[in-house]
């Protein structure tokens, strides 16, 4: 080695002094003689001149210099207490710095640290001083370079000057918000970026060797790491780097949690001269740790532990008589090559250090471990030849997991993450992540998720293998983790020269990296190319050009689909098995890797199969040599625990010895089909059998019995049974409060364990209405009984919960199941029904002195209007709790808009059903609603933090800017001309017979409404049939519904009406011009605005409006929109009135939803006949109704107050273009809502380039445009464009 070496500059250093080459040589030299002296504490020193405030702002003088802080003119004026920034004491009292530093060296230190702890502009931020971090960090360098040539011209001794690289106040690796672990207040380029300044100026101001010190945060260090590197590279040359880490506490970890082991894997990629721990603790409590740091570390070691542990005053009580044997022990038992001091030492502890090392000649013996596989998380990892096969967890992989997928894009990040732990518990060596996904921002998901698991240790104890196909989504991942991490991957497919480049960057992160056997012609498949591929890649990668340890390298060999009925395929495995032997034996020291799941893919859904065939996959490549893949951890058989027939056609299958191996396999899958459809069916006789011998049961078992299986038939029965029974129920209540609340009470619990279903709620809850309406005049001639006798007596009251959709709404469903649940739990209901006023809503609580309020809603100006809510109960001093709920609400929503409005009791967001009775319980509880309030407001707080920090991290373009980035047609050269609908104006469609709707009927939201959800691959109708948990229910469900459904077509008790019509139009700007013809295309009836996509998207070149698929106006191109609405609800508040004098709860939700089902047939039954005759433009389609669901045709249908055009307000337009109150009895209320609420409207577009999208969040420069644009006023523009701000208004 050697202390500068010249290599290829790009930039020239302005040095004031010669570089001095031979600094490496000597250090070498003199470490093999003696042990050589680090300075003490610079800020322990400066505290013994008792400075002041003056001392730091004074204009300085120095060495004949009367300018000497030339930059620092505003020494003045600056606001902030500048005391205790002691790196500016190098501008402002130079000669203090100087002296100190000539005091060290005269003690007997080697090497002196620069006066620049804090010398970034990340620290001096703090001050208002970045624009002084140059020179901070120049004069400082010069100082120190000119006291160390001074004394070693005195002394003959050679000196040194180190350039001290601090860790800066802030850390990548842990978030400065308690509420939001993935948050980080700085990011690793940013550090880069202060890092590189610091280190050019302290180079060229004199330095010799760069300390990066006092590393609290691993992923700090290999940020300054990486701009050193860069540093050599841009000026040509090579510097000695010293890294000196910090173990806060006896826990043996540094304060991002990392062992010294881990520590120092995460680090030795740069080659450092020496390595150590400095500060936080004393000699004591130093020791084990600098043991431990001594055994692993292959280069030199040093340390500079406190004068001891701070004492009760903040001072250190070693002197330096104690001090001196405690690091002469170090010295002598091999610890250290170096020694100092940190915090409360002075130059007399290093003059009593230097004395006592006179004379002790070195004993540490640097290690020359194997060179194997080193990685790290928390911990560290090696992998040797000898080391068991390692485990990829490969569910956090939106590509391989729909489940983990689901989570990432419901922004449920807590869970991704409880997915990743499991993956650890299940014996996963290793953690694969991937966000590969055309719908996701892969960069800015890795990043969240990497920051967010890097705060959990039982995650990041393992190391981590960042896996995209994109490289500068893996490079997002290594920029958050600080261990050693392994690249998944590069490949030679982008060419030589690329490859070399991504290489060597991956390098410069400390990066391990996978291979993929791919080349510039593609993927490897049969031996021989994975073997030319991976040895090319091998040569290249430890070769001078890149420098990679042989060791760090895996290959990927592309493990591939077998069993797909294709000859060729059929070798895939053995080809895979075969190369790994020779790729191990011509690239030695590399590592072979694959994804195991690809191998099976034929058989998906028959896990049994796949997990066979994994496994003795593995068993074979194992012994090949294959050392790692990515797996489910602790899904895999043993190889030895296969059934021995299945075991024996995986092997046939895979090692290619049957040419009939995949037939004999699918032969098993078709048993392994019948299997499992025989458990999803098993059990129905027993049931049966079980059905009919209930009604032998005890009065009490067969009452609890009809609740819980939802039976009505023989309740009043029963119950007149019971009533008969004085002793058992004296009173009629007692019954209620016997075993029908008993009954309850198991269908509450059966509920929240998931192990009962909404239908089945609903259904139980008709029975018991039954029950007590049964009951009700006996107990109301009990109750005036008594009253006659005891005028005085009061009755009993259960919680009085007011249920309200508020103003302007009209959806209820929700409201309604929710109502029936706490119903169903013996709280009091008051169902206000839909479009409530505030007035009203509050009212009623007053007047029934209810102890909650529930408000619902299911559109956006429902949020408005609960905030509205909450305003108006602070006014009146009211003190109720408050729930929400409804479809367009959320827990986010509550805690940022509505809970900040009403602070006298909580505010508390119900998701679904399912939780509102434990909601209602703990705000009525006297033990429980203290302690409940205090968590939900703390909750909510956090939650607020997030949002507004979620705010600042988004980013976005300005309007300008996305209108320059909008969709470009060539509309002059389009292959046709837009058509023209088959007439322009309007066209009614009025009591269209209901069973022309059925065929289109979507099936699937309707499942939602009864919150039943199939598991994958059971989703979608019909598929939730055979699911193993909700399938029997939904088909219990659905078959209720179609013969309500029936009951509603054949008796009429629902009419559909709807209404379209056609307009010429052309698009200005984000607008959309409507006209009365083509031949007054010159003036405008109506003008429909659109809003435009604003938030930056990962490779996004096109950013949105609905504008853009309608021809502009100055394009002589003549364009046309449609316009619809449609209902299928007139008639519904008759049907749910039925439903109602019956106590139907049941069937009055199962209408509502059925009603909502029809509207959208309707809606889709319009839209195909406008594609096919109405407008014409696609009058060949053929498709079916589940075609049509799928949305596989031409055109779209987009409506107000969805994710393409989020503003209601353009209704108001659409209904003065469609006349539709008039026309289709369809109306609208004053917040845009529909009625009857099973209605849909929208816009036609015929454009084939059409297409869904979401305008996602805007800012406030577009929403200024809108309101202008719409004669609207900022404020009312922000009210109903609310959910969609980019912005907090």
């Known amino acids: 080695f050697f202390l500068i070496y010249k290599m290829a500059a790009t930039k020239s250093l302005n040095r004031w002094c010669p570089i001095q080459e031979d600094v490496e040589e000597y250090l070498h030299k003199t470490l093999a003689e003696r042990i050589m002296i680090i300075d003490g504490a610079m800020g322990t020193t400066i505290q013994q001149y008792k400075l002041g405030e003056e001392e730091f702002r004074m204009p300085a003088k120095f060495d004949g210099d009367d300018n000497w802080c030339a930059g620092f003119q505003d020494r003045a004026t600056v606001p902030k207490d500048l005391k205790g920034n002691n790196d500016l004491l190098s501008l402002t009292r130079p000669d203090i710095i100087y002296e100190i530093h000539k005091r060290y060296f005269e003690a007997g230190a080697d090497m002196v640290e620069t006066n620049t702890f804090s010398g970034t502009t990340v620290a001096q931020a703090d001050y208002s001083l970045e624009h002084l971090v140059y020179e901070i960090n120049y004069k400082s360098a010069q100082l120190a370079k000119m006291a160390a040539i001074e004394v070693e011209g005195k002394t003959g001794v050679r000196r040194f000057c180190a350039g001290a690289v601090g860790p800066t106040n802030r850390t990548l690796s842990i978030s400065p918000k308690v509420e939001n672990a993935a948050y980080r207040n700085i990011t690793f380029q940013e550090l880069v970026t202060a890092y590189g300044e610091q280190v050019l100026a302290l180079v060229e101001g004199g330095c010799d060797i760069i300390f990066v010190e006092t590393i609290f945060d691993t992923l700090n260090a290999k940020a300054a790491l990486f701009a050193i590197d860069v540093f050599f590279e841009d000026y040509g040359i090579k510097m000695p780097v010293v890294i000196s880490g910090t173990i806060v506490d006896m826990s043996g970890r540094t304060l991002s949690g990392q062992t010294t082991e881990a520590f120092w894997v995460s680090v030795r990629h740069a080659n450092p001269f020496c390595v150590g721990l400095n500060c936080a603790l004393g000699p004591d409590q130093m020791r084990p740790f600098m043991q431990r740091m001594s055994n692993c570390a292959t280069c030199y070691t040093h340390a500079y532990p406190n004068a001891g542990l701070p004492n009760a005053m903040g001072g250190y009580d070693l002197t330096p008589k104690q001090m001196a044997p405690m690091l002469h022990a170090w010295a002598k038992d091999g610890l250290v090559n170096l020694i100092g001091g940190c915090c409360g030492t002075t130059p007399d502890h290093i003059k009593a250090i230097a004395d006592i090392m006179v004379g002790l000649k070195p004993s540490r013996v640097i290690p020359d471990p194997p060179n194997v596989m080193r990685l790290s998380g928390l911990e560290d990892m090696v992998i040797t030849d000898a080391s068991v096969f390692q485990n990829i967890g490969e569910r956090c992989n939106v590509a391989g997991s729909i489940r983990f997928k689901k989570m990432v894009v419901a922004n449920d990040w807590s869970e991704a993450a409880a997915v990743a732990t499991k993956q650890v518990e299940d014996g996963a060596q290793l953690l694969d992540v991937n966000f590969d996904d055309g719908m996701l921002d892969g960069e800015d998901c890795m990043r969240k998720f990497c920051n967010l698991i890097a705060t959990e240790p039982e995650i990041v104890k393992i190391p981590v293998v960042v896996d995209s196909s994109k490289f500068h989504v893996t490079i997002a991942g290594l920029e958050c983790l600080q261990g050693k991490c392994i690249v998944n991957s590069i490949s030679l497919k982008v060419g030589e020269e690329q490859f070399i480049k991504d290489a060597k960057l991956v390098r410069r992160y400390g990066a391990a990296v996978i291979v993929m056997a791919f080349d510039e012609q593609g993927q490897a498949a049969d031996c021989e190319a994975k073997v030319r591929i991976c040895k090319r890649a091998y040569d290249l990668l430890v070769s001078d050009k890149i420098g990679f340890n042989p060791v760090d390298i895996v290959f990927d060999l592309n493990i591939l689909t077998i069993c797909t009925g294709l000859e060729e395929h059929n070798n895939y495995g053995k080809d895979f098995i075969n190369a790994t032997k020779i790729v191990k034996e011509q690239c030695p020291g590399s590592k072979i890797s694959g994804g195991l799941s690809n191998l099976s ?689």
Request: aromatic share 8%; glycine share 6%.
């Open 601 to 1289: 893919f034929s058989f998906r859904g028959l896990e049994v199969i796949r997990e066979a065939m994994h496994s003795v996959f593995l068993y074979h490549a194992i012994q090949a040599g294959m050392d790692m893949a990515i797996v489910n951890a602790g899904n895999l058989p043993g190889y030895d625990d296969i059934d021995p027939s299945l075991r024996e056609m995986c092997e046939a299958a895979i090692l290619n010895t049957d040419p009939n191996a995949t037939e004999k396999l699918l032969e098993r899958a078709e048993i392994e089909k019948t299997i499992i459809e025989e458990k999803k069916s098993g059990g129905g006789g027993q049931a049966a059998k079980k059905a009919a011998e209930w009604r032998s049961l005890p009065n009490k078992e067969r009452l609890m019995y009809s609740l819980i299986k939802g039976l009505d038939k023989d309740i009043e029965t029963d119950i007149e049974e019971a009533r008969q029974d004085t002793i058992a129920y004296p009173q009629p209540l007692n019954i209620i409060e016997g075993p029908l609340m008993e009954g309850m009470n198991t269908i509450g619990d059966l509920f929240g364990a998931g192990k009962m279903f909404l239908p089945q709620v609903i259904k139980s809850a008709r029975v018991m209405k039954k029950a007590v309406a049964y009951l009700t005049p006996f107990m109301e001639a009990e109750k005036a009984r008594k009253l006659l006798e005891n005028p005085d007596m009061v009755s009993k009251k259960t919680g009085c919960i007011v249920l309200a959709t508020v103003k302007g709404d009209v959806h209820d469903i929700g409201k309604n199941i929710v109502g029936v649940v706490l119903g169903c739990n013996n709280y009091e209901i008051v169902d206000m029904g839909v479009m409530c006023s505030c007035e009203s809503i509050l009212n009623k609580a007053i007047e029934v002195n209810a102890d909650v309020i529930g408000l619902s809603g299911l559109i956006t100006p429902s949020l408005d209007e609960m905030v509205t809510v909450a305003k108006e109960m602070t006014r009146r001093g009211m003190s109720l709790p408050v729930m929400i709920g409804g479809a367009t609400t959320s827990r986010m929503h509550t805690a940022v808009k509505i809970e900040p409005c009403y602070n006298a009791a909580p505010v508390v967001h119900v998701l679904d059903a399912s939780r509102a009775v434990a909601v209602v319980s703990s705000l009525l509880d006297e033990e429980l609603k203290g302690d409940f309030a205090a968590d939900t407001r703390e909750l909510y707080s956090e939650m607020r933090e997030e949002h507004y920090a979620s705010l600042e991290e988004r980013k976005f373009l300005s309007l300008a800017k996305c209108r320059d980035l909008a969709m470009k047609t060539d509309w002059k050269s389009r292959p046709s001309a837009p058509v023209k609908p088959s007439f322009l104006g309007k066209r009614c469609y009025k009591n269209v017979p209901l069973e022309d709707l059925l065929p289109y009927i979507d099936w699937n939201p309707f499942f939602a409404v009864w919150q039943l959800r199939g598991k994958y691959p059971n989703r979608g109708y019909p598929k939730i049939f055979d699911d193993s948990t909700v399938g029997a229910e939904a088909k219990k469900v659905f078959d209720d519904a179609e013969a309500i459904l029936a009951k509603i077509v054949k008796g009429r008790k629902l009419t559909a009406n709807g209404i379209v019509a056609f307009y010429p139009c052309n698009s200005v700007g984000d607008d959309i011009e409507v006209y009365e013809s083509d031949e007054t295309r010159g003036t405008a009836i109506a003008t429909l605005l659109t809003l435009r996509q604003q938030e930056l998207r990962e490779e996004q070149a096109e950013y949105l409006a609905m504008s853009d698929f309608i021809a502009p106006k100055g394009s002589g191109v003549q364009d046309y929109i449609g316009l619809f609405a449609c209902t299928a609800g007139l008639g519904m508040e008759k049907l749910l009135a039925d439903f109602e004098a019956k106590n139907d709860d049941y069937g009055k939700i199962m209408a509502q939803a059925l009603g909502d089902r029809l509207a959208e047939a309707f809606a889709e039954k319009l839209h195909r006949e406008v594609r096919t005759t109405e407008w014409g433009y696609s009058p060949n389609e053929e498709m079916t109704p589940e075609d049509m669901l799928k949305v596989s045709y031409q055109g779209i249908r987009p409506a107000p107050g969805y994710p393409s055009q989020p503003d209601h307000t353009e209704k108001a337009t659409m209904w003065k273009l469609l006349q539709a109150t008039d026309l289709a009895s369809i109306e609208l209320t004053e917040s845009l809502a529909m009625l009857p609420a099973a209605s849909v409207s929208g816009m036609y577009f015929a454009n084939p380039e059409s297409k869904y999208f979401a305008v996602g969040k805007i800012q406030k420069d577009q929403v200024v445009d809108y309101a202008a644009r719409k004669s609207m006023d900022l404020d009312t523009a922000e009210r109903w464009l609310a959910p969609i701000l980019g912005y907090d208004r």
